[in-house]
């Protein structure tokens, strides 16, 4: 069976040859179709990563602000416990000498006392 593409013309093809063109054809086409599929994902694919780089940055950013304001913070605790402590220490160290001092003046009374009644010693 041949099937003549103009009458009088030498070039002929059978229905075989012609069923692997249209075959060959209809692989090509597929494939220049899976082709730009390809190329719409990736791009779809580098858009949304591109997003999520822009969103991981404003995150990270967002948490180095936080983390330096929490360390702001905990300097600044720092700072102040150290004051109390000092500030703590400090009236402590006053009440004890405070009661140093009571008790030597209280000993001189006694020795006073001491002396007074039962004379020096």
């Known amino acids: 069976m041949t099937l003549l593409i103009r ?7 059978t229905n075989l040859q012609l069923e692997k063109y249209r075959n060959w054809t209809q692989m090509i086409e597929d494939l220049n179709s899976q082709s730009v599929k390809n190329q719409e994902y990736t791009e779809k694919l580098e858009t949304d990563y591109g997003k999520l780089r822009a969103r991981h940055q404003i995150l990270f950013k967002q948490l180095e602000r936080e983390e330096r304001s929490q360390q702001g913070k905990l300097d600044e605790f720092r700072v102040q416990h150290k004051q109390t402590v000092s500030d703590i220490l400090k ?3 006053e009440k004890v000498r405070s ?3 009571d ?3 209280k000993m001189l009374k006694m020795q006073e006392k001491h002396k007074y009644l039962f004379g020096p010693t």
């Open 91 to 93: 009236r402590q160290n």
């Open 7 to 13: 009458q009088n013309t030498p070039l002929a093809f």
């Open 99 to 101: 009661l140093e001092e």
């Open 103 to 105: 008790h030597g003046r």
